[in-house]
Structure formats: structure tokens, C-alpha cells
T-cell receptor, first 112, second 113 residues
Framework: SQELEQSPQSLIVQEGKNLTINCTSS?????LYWYKQKYGEGLIFLMM?????EEKSHEKITAKLDEKKQQSSLHITASQPSHAGIYLC????????????FGKGTRLHILP | NAGVTQTPKFQVLKTGQSMTLQCAQD?????MSWYRQDPGMGLRLIHY???????DQGEVPNGYNVSRSTTEDFPLRLLSAAPSQTSVYFC????????????FGDGTRLSIL
């Protein structure tokens, strides 16, 4: 979707290294969702962010939403092979048109 | 708990054939949606529904029809399949559309020859 831009498109990281994935919107977000998809499988919900400045963590994954609610980052600390997959951000917008759309995803590869 | 169930998991069609992809959820969710996932394109919203009897178009609705006669079911119909519709299709549901994470099915891999 052109309304949500994810970067980078792909990422290759040495096991144990930290990494960050970004999700940027041209419009103010109402809610921001992060999902992970293992290759060839369905999507697994990671975290939801609603408030400007909000930060949530789950194990070694931390997601933040900026104060303006237009940009989110997903940070993985000490990456492991189990973190490999596609990370997608999804959002609904302040216009409340009921659509939940997604970015193009970031493919993460972890090198042993 | 079954969650969101999609059938079939795999399907091959010939151009011009019609088909219905089934999606059912047992969580009494009001909001349901269909996405297609293509390489380099992420997930694109096809159609969605905020409740039984109500449907609306997403980003890429052309060539697809939906209906929502019950809360549980949200089938996606291809009336005349085209090679451009070769994709992986995901159905999702959530309690409502407002700030609720969606539960996804395992997907249907569809190939149009």
C-alpha cells in the first residue's frame, strides 16, 4: 500500500546483532499493528500501538509509535534464527473508513 | 478453538473458471476481511465487512465478489478467473474494526493457468 511505507524491504543480519524496521505513514494513524509471517505461513500478531509515544515489548522485540502517530519502529535485540521471516505493519487511519491496510513487508534473514 | 478457517488450502484453476474461497470464524467477530499477498506487494485489501449484511470494497476489489449473510462466514468469489489473480489469499477477522488486532487464516494458494 502506498499509504504505509516499510523500510528496509529486506534485511540480512548476523545472529546476535540488533536491527530496526520502520513503518511510515503519510496520514495520522488511528492504530498500528505489527505482524510476523514465517515463509509460506499465515500472519502472527505481535503488538498493537494506539497512543502517540507508546512503546511495547514482547521478549526481545520492542515496538514504538512516534508522538505524531505517523511512524513506528520495530526493534529486535540480539537477533536469533527464530526471528527470521516477514514483518508487516498494518494500520487504520484517523479517517475511520474501516479499512485496515498493510505495508509491503520487510524480509528478515538471520545468518548463523 | 478453530479460529479462522480457510478452504481450500491450494487450488489450480483455468482462466475463465469460477470459484469460491471459503472463510469461517468461530469467535463471533463482527469485522472480517480478505487480502491477497503477492511478491513485493505486501498484503492488499480486497473486500471487508463490518458485520452481517454489510460489505465494502478495499484497495483491489475488481474481479472479486463477497457476501456476508452470517457473522461466521465471509466467502470470496472469483466469477471469471484471470492469471493476474494468481496469489495467496488470506482471510482475517477481529471483534470490530476499531483498534483490534486481526486473526488470520492460514491462507489459500491459488494458481490460475
Amino acid at each position: 500500500s502506498q499509504e504505509l511505507e516499510q523500510s528496509p524491504q529486506s534485511l540480512i543480519v548476523q545472529e546476535g546483532k540488533n536491527l530496526t524496521i520502520n513503518c511510515t505513514s503519510s496520514k495520522t494513524l488511528y492504530g498500528l499493528y505489527w505482524y510476523k509471517q514465517k515463509y509460506g505461513e499465515g500472519l502472527i500478531f505481535l503488538m498493537m500501538l494506539q497512543k502517540g509515544g507508546e512503546e511495547k515489548s514482547h521478549e526481545k522485540i520492542t515496538a514504538k509509535l512516534d508522538e505524531k502517530k505517523q511512524q513506528s519502529s520495530l526493534h529486535i535485540t540480539a537477533s536469533q534464527p527464530s526471528h527470521a521471516g516477514i514483518y508487516l505493519c498494518g494500520a487504520d487511519f484517523l479517517s475511520r473508513d474501516d479499512k485496515i491496510i498493510f505495508g509491503k513487508g520487510t524480509r528478515l534473514h538471520i545468518l548463523p | 478453538n478453530a479460529g479462522v478457517t480457510q478452504t481450500p488450502k491450494f487450488q489450480v484453476l483455468k482462466t475463465g473458471q469460477s470459484m469460491t474461497l471459503q472463510c469461517a470464524q468461530d469467535m463471533n467477530h463482527e469485522y472480517m476481511s480478505w487480502y491477497r499477498q503477492d511478491p513485493g506487494m505486501g498484503l492488499r485489501l480486497i473486500h471487508y465487512s463490518v458485520g452481517a449484511g454489510i460489505t465494502d470494497q478495499g484497495e483491489v476489489p475488481n474481479g472479486y465478489n463477497v457476501s456476508r449473510s452470517t457473522t461466521e462466514d465471509f466467502p470470496l468469489r472469483l466469477l471469471s478467473a484471470a492469471p493476474s489473480q494468481t496469489s495467496v489469499y488470506f482471510c482475517a477477522s477481529s471483534p470490530d474494526r476499531a483498534n483490534q488486532p486481526q486473526h488470520f487464516g492460514d491462507g489459500t494458494r491459488l494458481s490460475i493457468l
